[in-house]
């Protein structure tokens, strides 16, 4: 049973570059968030996906934005890169209300 | 507001000692609560969970957490460390929905435990 993947593994952007980044949700899970962990700190929510809306968001600007897919599987897209968004960036699935299992995570620099 | 405190940055252990990791919680009801971990450059692996009842809940791996509500508090505990539980701790806690299902996770800022041989 597969779990929570994630790609790419590691990202090196430019700032004002756009990144799109990748996450498939543990087998039988229809409900994708994201989170954002800086470096020394813990995770923060950026949004939560089901039913190919977004259901809940965090406190990020509007240059971060998402997508679902019919098969669960979801993209978190990040426009205008400053260098503040270098972090490692944490998809978890999960049922509906249900608890969230977490990927490895894709750590992207800006540079 | 909610929020997660973990008092303690970082912590250093022996091996074969026992280890209390603190977590308070600022929340206006009954929260769902998780203790993860995180090896470096990894992703966060669930150790336990206290949704309601027992106080005292097992996780994988030996540890255990006590959910007191009168102190807002859900300390992480082993009675004996390896060397392989070295990693970072992070506590939080799940805002609730409508409806009482659980939504999205509010993490504390994490503490690191080393361990010496």
């Known amino acids: 049973d597969a779990g929570v993947t994630q790609s790419p593994t590691h990202l090196i952007k430019t700032r004002g570059q756009q990144v799109t980044l990748r996450c498939s949700p543990k087998?039988?899970?229809?409900?994708v968030s994201w989170y954002q962990q800086a470096l020394g700190q813990g995770p923060q929510f950026i949004f939560q996906?089901?039913?190919?809306?977004?259901?809940q968001r965090g406190n990020f600007p509007d240059r971060f934005s998402g997508h679902q897919f019919p098969n669960y599987s979801s993209e978190l897209n990040v426009n205008a890169l400053l260098l503040g968004d270098s972090a490692l960036y944490l998809c978890?699935?999960?049922?509906?209300?249900?608890?969230?299992?977490f990927g490895p995570g894709t750590r992207l620099t800006v540079l | 507001a909610q929020s997660v405190t973990q008092p303690d940055i970082h912590i250093t252990v022996s091996e074969g000692a026992s280890l209390e990791l603190r977590c308070n919680y600022s929340y206006g009801a009954t929260p769902y609560l998780f203790w993860y971990v995180q090896s470096p450059g990894q992703g966060l692996q669930l150790l336990l969970k206290?949704?309601?009842?027992?106080?005292l809940v097992q996780g994988i791996k030996g540890f255990e957490a006590e959910f007191k509500r009168s102190q807002s508090s859900f300390n992480l505990r082993k009675p004996s460390v390896h060397w392989s539980d070295a990693a970072e701790y992070f506590c939080a806690v799940a805002l609730m929905n409508y409806g009482g299902s659980q939504g999205n996770l509010i993490f504390g800022k994490g503490t690191k435990l080393s361990v010496k041989p």
């Open positions: 206290y949704f309601s009842g027992d106080t």
């Open positions: 978890a699935s999960s049922h509906p209300g249900g608890t969230q299992y």
């Open positions: 996906y089901y039913e190919e809306e977004e259901r």
């Open positions: 087998s039988g899970h229809d409900t």
